[in-house]
């Protein structure tokens, strides 16, 4: 199969599906093929889209508008990046669509390759149908490690681009219109002190001694989120959530650590205050290192933040919460664990949800996929929106 695009080709969401799941769009890779064949695509139905990259040039977003392009509309955002196969025990060719027994299996077929899917297969009816309202295309890059892959694009929204209406993030949600999730900071500490023989911790400072006082904090701050649930919150769990993901030094026994690296993050819930638990480790790390400079003048500890991705708050009765209810049949909200990329919409002042196709159980395992019904049920929810924004 080839992975280019022919002007005016038409594609049902399976087909292109299979092209979209050829890209090797892991997030440590480019997303450049992926997206020049889009714009290909978008170009052979005379539909013009504009790249934003990345600092390096190695990766991008696109912005596409169908209908109007004096006025804002209705964005349908989804992630081009991918997570990993490595590790995972695959039956099949991640790389390659596999459709048996009603299901649709690739690495992003339901996270999120599935909902972009639907959203450019579609372009022709979108096209004839004469919309009132434009339909946007958001294609990021990045999602899956710091969902920094939409600010240059929502920056220039209001700008250079049209003020969107509302926006439509296509997380899978089994079409139930998510109108909130937490909001996760994550940060990477080095603890550098000075290497000595056990026997004399007077000549240096273990960095592991001080990293464990670190990690031991979190997990104090842990306990007590815990203990304070938001019983209204909709969460599961209904309380911030704070992890020690990886912790790493030392190289013997007798010997004091002359560095230690740990990564962890925080979870909060929307009405929580993010800087707080930052500004607690912070306070301790200054505390911890006056003391190892005691006996080690040069040990310091250094702590960066390597993703900061907004929460999602309710925002009830906005235009984007009644167009999704009205597209998906729903009259209710849910809140998920998970965080996307809705945040950064919001925190600009857009009205957003996140809805769309397939589970998220399926997403990031071995064999993921989509069921054919699934997709049906997007390309539905797809067919109303194009009526909707015919309507104007």
Same mark, same amino acid.
């Given at each position: 199969m080839t992975a280019s695009a022919q002007a005016g080709q038409r594609l049902t969401p399976l087909e292109m599906l299979a092209r979209l799941v050829a890209f090797d769009t892991v997030s440590d890779r480019s997303n450049l093929p992926l997206i020049a064949f889009v714009e290909d695509y978008l170009a052979g139905w005379g539909v013009p889209s504009r790249r934003f990259p990345n600092a390096a040039g190695d990766k991008a977003a696109l912005f596409a508008t169908i209908g109007p392009q004096d006025r804002g509309g209705i964005v349908l955002s989804g992630h081009t990046d991918v997570v990993p196969v490595a590790g995972q025990a695959?039956?099949? =060719?991640?790389?390659?669509?596999?459709?048996?027994?009603?299901?649709?299996?690739?690495?992003?077929?339901?996270?999120?390759?599935?909902?972009?899917?639907? /959203?450019?297969?579609?372009?022709p009816d979108f096209l004839a149908a004469d919309l009132q309202t434009p339909i946007h295309l958001f294609l990021s890059y990045d999602e899956e490690v710091t969902c920094l892959g939409v600010v240059d694009g929502i920056a220039a929204m209001?700008?250079?681009?049209?003020?969107?209406? @509302?926006?439509?993030?296509?997380?899978?949600?089994m079409l139930d219109i998510c109108d909130a999730h937490k909001g996760v900071r994550t940060f990477h500490t080095v603890v550098r002190g000075v290497a000595?023989?056990?026997?004399?911790?007077?000549?240096? /400072?273990?960095?592991?001694?001080?990293?464990?006082?670190? %990690?031991?904090?979190? =997990?104090?701050?842990?306990?007590?989120?815990?203990?304070?649930? =938001?019983?209204?919150?909709?969460?599961d769990p209904p309380y911030d959530t704070i992890h020690v993901g990886t912790f790493h030094g030392g190289i013997a026994r007798n010997i004091l650590a002359d560095r230690a690296e740990m990564s962890w993050e925080i979870r909060t819930l929307p009405a929580s205050d993010p800087q707080a638990g930052p500004a607690r480790? /912070?306070?301790?790390?200054?505390?911890?290192? @006056?003391?190892?400079?005691?006996?080690?003048?040069?040990? @310091?500890?250094?702590?960066?933040?390597?993703?900061?991705v907004p929460g999602l708050a309710p925002d009830p009765g906005s235009e984007a919460e009644r167009l999704a209810m009205r597209l998906s049949g729903r009259n209710h909200t849910i809140a998920v664990a998970y965080a996307t990329e809705a945040g950064h919409f919001?925190?600009?002042?857009?009205?957003?949800?996140?809805?769309?196709?397939?589970?998220? =159980?399926?997403?990031?395992?071995?064999?993921?996929?989509?069921?054919?019904?699934?997709?049906? %049920?997007?390309?539905?929810?797809?067919?109303?929106?194009?009526?909707?924004?015919? /309507?104007?």
């Open positions: 695959w039956s099949r =060719d991640p790389f390659t669509l596999h459709v048996a027994e009603g299901r649709a299996y690739g690495r992003g077929a339901v996270d999120m390759k599935g909902f972009l899917a639907l /959203a450019l297969a579609l372009v209001g700008r250079t681009l049209p003020r969107p209406r @509302a926006v439509i993030v296509g997380e899978p949600t000595a023989h056990s026997s004399k911790p007077e000549r240096g /400072a273990s960095a592991v001694h001080a990293g464990a006082l670190l %990690a031991a904090e979190l =997990d104090r701050m842990a306990e007590e989120a815990r203990a304070r649930p =938001d019983r209204n919150a909709r969460f480790f /912070a306070a301790l790390a200054d505390k911890v290192v @006056a003391r190892m400079r005691r006996t080690a003048p040069g040990a @310091a500890i250094e702590t960066a933040m390597t993703s900061d919001q925190q600009a002042g857009l009205p957003t949800v996140v809805c769309g196709p397939g589970s998220i =159980d399926q997403a990031h395992q071995p064999d993921e996929y989509i069921t054919l019904d699934e997709l049906a %049920a997007g390309e539905a929810f797809m067919r109303r929106l194009m009526a909707e924004c015919r /309507a104007g």
